[in-house]
């Protein structure tokens, strides 16, 4: 298992969107949270299941509000520590780089594109009718674009195997190799409940608008000088 710590690129401005992107998050999982323990409390469960993305609603047109409200919603502790963690590390710079605003128009739009790539590997009836959540394909769009912009940078990475080590990766590695995991996930069939489509699109929306982005605002992005700590991943 790998675990990324933080990364060693120092973000020149406050990461204010990421933050509140972080702190919604947390916000909207209290209500998730409290039907899990809680389930005869019918309001509150079915106000949240009336958040998640149904496949089948979205291609009839139906819902469509849920492509965005599913964004914040996460199964249980480890899917939002995860993704927020994740989210924590990369999207600092990414938002350094691109502006407040033009950032988070960038994470809904890589969300959405997860979204839609989720839908688009679904095969039968039953797989359209189960509902998504999640903020893992926004997520993978902010990765898709650090790799991009950021390939040299160190990422401080938990390595927990036979062994325990911290270790300092470069990004291409470390967010090349969760990429490749994505793709495999795919091709053996490893389900498990987790849309690793969601996961591919994203990331690879992330990079084609980091692209385009970079290139409409060359003048203005100034590379962040990598920070190298001494210890920690």
């Known amino acids: 298992m790998f ?3 933080r990364d060693e690129n120092r973000s020149q401005t406050t990461p204010h969107i990421t ?33 998640f993305m ?14 965005f409200t599913s964004m914040f919603l996460h199964a249980d502790i480890f899917h939002i520590g995860g993704n927020m963690l994740f989210l924590y590390i990369f999207g600092d710079n990414v938002e ?8 988070f ?20 009836p039953m797989e359209l009718a189960v509902p998504t959540l999640g903020a893992s394909g926004a997520i993978s769009g902010v990765m898709g674009a ?21 270790v300092s990766v470069p990004a291409v590695f470390f967010l090349g190799f969760w990429f490749l995991l994505q793709l495999l996930y795919t091709w053996v069939d490893i389900g498990g409940g987790v849309a690793y489509w969601a996961h591919i699109g994203g990331f690879v929306a992330g990079m084609v608008l980091a692209l385009i982005l970079r290139r409409r605002k060359r003048k203005q992005l100034k590379p962040v000088i990598p920070y190298y700590a ?4």
Not at 152 to 161: D, G, M, W
Not at 230 to 233: A, G, I, Y
Request: one cysteine or more; proline letters at 5%.
């Open 146 to 166: 650090y790799i991009l912009m950021y390939p040299r940078a160190r990422i401080r990475t938990l390595i927990l195997a036979y062994f325990i080590a911290v």
């Open 230 to 233: 001494e210890t920690q991943v």
């Open 3 to 5: 675990i990324p710590i």
């Open 96 to 103: 350094d780089a691109f502006g407040h605003f033009r950032y």
């Open 54 to 67: 149904v496949p089948a609603d979205t291609l009839q047109a139906k819902n469509l509000h849920t492509l």
């Open 19 to 51: 933050r509140i992107l972080i702190l919604v998050n947390v916000i909207v999982f209290i209500p998730l949270l409290y039907s899990t323990f809680f389930p005869e409390d019918t309001t509150v469960r079915l106000f949240v299941e009336s958040l």
């Open 105 to 124: 128009l960038f994470y809904l739009v890589c969300g959405l594109a997860a979204d839609f790539a989720h839908i688009l590997s679904l095969t039968t």
